[in-house]
């Protein structure tokens, strides 16, 4: 892929297909569901969200 083309959302080049990085069964949709409750239920967590989306430090409380 050339360095100046859009990167798509199926991953990195050479990388295992979607249906491979898919996690299945019970447990592991459980232990999913409590890691993004551990990042967007802590203040901590809900800064790190935001800027990593966005690229952008948010403003300190003080």
């Known amino acids: 892929m050339p360095s ?7 991953g990195a080049p050479g990388g295992p297909p979607a249906s491979d990085r898919v996690s299945t069964g019970r447990f592991t949709g459980r232990r999913q569901i409590g890691e993004l409750r551990s ?3 802590s ?3 809900k800064t790190y969200l ?3 989306y966005t690229g952008w ?3 300190q409380a003080g």
């Open 39 to 41: 990042v967007v239920e």
């Open 43 to 45: 203040e901590a967590g």
């Open 4 to 10: 100046d083309s859009p990167r798509t959302t199926s």
């Open 50 to 52: 935001a800027e990593a």
């Open 57 to 59: 430090p948010l403003p």
